[in-house]
């Protein structure tokens, strides 16, 4: 999962000289929340809708209320790579840079969508909660039973209270999935089923 699969390559811009009236006014027509500042094509500032709104009444222009020098990230990078930055550096966006030019931008919600995409929840899929599996192997043996079984693993992961293994799983038969998770020693505790679908 790569930046560039879940940026925005269409990206609105402004120039550090653009008004800050004008800027806000590009924020509410595009409904973004952030412009990359441009200087002779090359990423020269961010402004967000928050600096806008807080810009003092004596600041008249972009320049003025900009982060210059921002974070950028490559469209090749991967998507959780993006999403550590965003939140180590506690922005909503950032600048999609390319041989140093501006490709596209990628936002928080962007990345969410990646999350939700890649736990697999906008399919029809099964959240299995199991228990009695505490040997080092046991993620191993659930993933080796869902594969044998046909069925497609999109995560799986220990809860560090509880101990208990989770994880989402598509499948058209999946109660042979339980019966042979069952079989190996494993507890199926709780099986959250998609919405209008019944296990089979």
């Known amino acids: 999962m790569l930046v560039r699969d879940y940026m925005s390559s269409k990206v609105i811009t402004v120039e550090p000289q653009c008004s800050i009236a004008n800027a806000r ?3 509410q027509k595009h409904r973004v929340r952030q412009l990359p500042v441009m200087r002779k094509e090359r990423v020269a500032g961010i402004v967000t809708d928050r600096d806008l709104r807080a810009a003092s009444a004596g600041l008249k222009t ?3 209320v900009l982060t210059a020098k921002p974070s950028v990230v490559a469209p090749d990078a991967p ?3 993006a999403a550590r930055l965003l939140r180590r550096l506690k922005v909503g966006a ?3 840079v390319e041989n140093r030019r501006l490709v596209g931008i990628v936002t928080t919600t962007d990345v969410l969508d990646a999350f939700v995409d890649f736990c697999g929840v906008t399919e029809p899929t099964y959240h299995v909660m199991l228990s009695g599996g505490d040997s080092a ?3 191993w043996r659930v993933r080796r039973i869902i594969d044998r079984k046909g069925g497609d693993l999109k995560w799986i992961y220990r809860d560090a209270h509880t101990g208990t293994l989770q994880a989402r799983v598509r499948a058209a038969k999946f109660d042979d999935i339980v019966d042979a998770l069952e079989a190996e020693g494993f507890e199926v505790s709780a099986v959250l089923s ?3 679908r ?3």
């Open 137 to 139: 192997d046991a993620k």
């Open 62 to 64: 972009v320049a003025e």
């Open 198 to 200: 019944r296990r089979a």
């Open 94 to 96: 950032l600048p999609v």
């Open 194 to 196: 998609p919405p209008g």
């Open 25 to 27: 006014g590009l924020l």
């Open 79 to 81: 998507i959780d790579e």
